[in-house]
């Protein structure tokens, strides 16, 4: 089975890719960066993930799927949210994010974090569901590890005893919000295939 994946950021398409084990294969929509971008005007990381995913899906010849994905801060009300990825500006550098970030948490003692993350599977316009992640930390006081992308350098796990950003794409997989949101998908379509076999004799 194909999936496309609609997403301009190579992280998270390097990450799905080692998550489906092969099981699917999962190929970058072509031409996306000719395609104006979908709109993200949702308050929720599900009605973009939707958004993104109907918008993209008249693009591509089967099913397809994007993310929307975050970092929710206790101390911060929740921020960024679903403003992750342009925290500190339209076109922010993930140091620029990583950097605001610190300078917004200050000296706070609670640094309690989680990442979410929601995969939508959407077909020629039409939404065939909605997978969500989750995975908690808290915020390191500086960045630490060249791995991953985006806040892992600042997420803190505790059962790895380091950041994201100091494992391997591979380990971070096996918990994170994405990995956890591409096994749900996984399952459902799974789950679809046994419903579509005639019944065993
Ligand atoms: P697409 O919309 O093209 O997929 P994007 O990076 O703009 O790419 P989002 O709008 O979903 O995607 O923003 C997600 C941001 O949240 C991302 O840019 C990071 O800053 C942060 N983020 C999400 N998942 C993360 C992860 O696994 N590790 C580190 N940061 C992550």
């Known amino acids: 089975m194909t999936l496309w994946g609609a997403t301009s950021n190579p992280g998270k398409l390097r990450e799905f890719r080692l998550a489906a084990h092969g099981e699917v294969e999962i190929l970058a929509l072509p031409g996306l960066e000719e395609i104006p971008p979908a709109e993200e005007t ?22 397809l799927f994007a993310d929307d994905s975050g ?6 009300g929740g921020a960024p949210g ?27 003692t609670d640094r309690t974090a989680r990442f979410v993350c929601v995969i939508a599977l959407a077909e020629k316009g039409r939404l065939l569901g909605t997978f969500r992640g989750a995975v908690e930390g808290r915020i390191n006081d500086q960045p630490r590890g060249g791995h991953g992308f985006g806040y892992d350098p600042l997420f803190f796990y505790a059962p790895f005893g380091c950041t994201f950003g100091e494992v391997e794409p591979e380990r971070k997989f096996t918990v994170s919000h994405r990995g956890q949101a591409l096994r749900a998908m996984l399952a459902w379509l799974r789950a679809g295939d046994r419903r579509n076999c005639p019944p065993a004799r």
Request: proline share 4%; hydrophobic share 50%.
């Open 42 to 63: 949702g308050t929720t990381f599900e009605a973009n993930a939707a958004q993104k995913a109907l918008y993209y899906s008249a693009y591509a010849p089967g099913m």
């Open 71 to 76: 970092l929710e801060v206790e101390a911060l």
């Open 82 to 108: 679903v403003i992750s990825a342009r925290f500190a500006g339209p076109a922010a550098t993930d140091e620029a994010n990583n950097r605001l970030l610190l300078e917004k948490l200050g000296a706070a």
